[in-house]
């Protein structure tokens, strides 16, 4: 069974940092690009990073770029995401997802993305 399962979540100050984990079973991540999305209330789901598979690269929206870090470590088939220096706007469910974007401009785009997991809430708030 595919499952994708993230960590980490939780209610932070403004300021604060977290490290979400998503953590594969039923499949190898090393073959898939591995994207982070989030969604708060009444918005609509937005593409945060992405790792690819071939060369570790990464990409990020402009609003978390220099405040977000996403790594890989294939030999514990799980990726994570650091949050910094995070403010309230940053309050969303998080969510990992497994694809194969096909060029840098599909990064963040959840359609190149085939396998979801269940979210993680991160809710910065003082």
């Known amino acids: 069974q595919v499952q994708l399962v993230e960590s980490g979540g939780g209610l932070v100050q403004p300021g604060g940092s977290l490290r979400l984990s998503c953590a594969a079973s039923?499949?190898?991540?090393?073959?898939?690009?591995i994207g982070w999305f989030r969604q708060a209330p009444g918005k609509e789901r937005e593409g945060v990073s992405c790792?690819?598979?071939?060369?570790?690269?990464?990409y990020y929206a402009d609003s978390v770029k220099g405040r977000f870090t996403t790594s890989r470590d294939n030999a514990k088939n799980t990726v994570y995401l650091v949050l910094n220096s995070l403010k309230p706007e940053d309050t969303a469910v998080y969510y990992c997802?497994?694809?194969?974007?096909?060029?840098?401009?599909?990064?963040?785009?959840?359609?190149?993305?085939?396998?979801w997991g269940q979210g993680t809430q991160v809710t910065v708030s003082s």
């Open positions: 790792i690819t598979s071939s060369d570790g690269s990464t």
């Open positions: 039923g499949f190898t991540l090393d073959y898939y690009a």
């Open positions: 997802a497994a694809g194969t974007p096909l060029i840098a401009t599909m990064a963040l785009d959840s359609m190149e993305y085939d396998y």
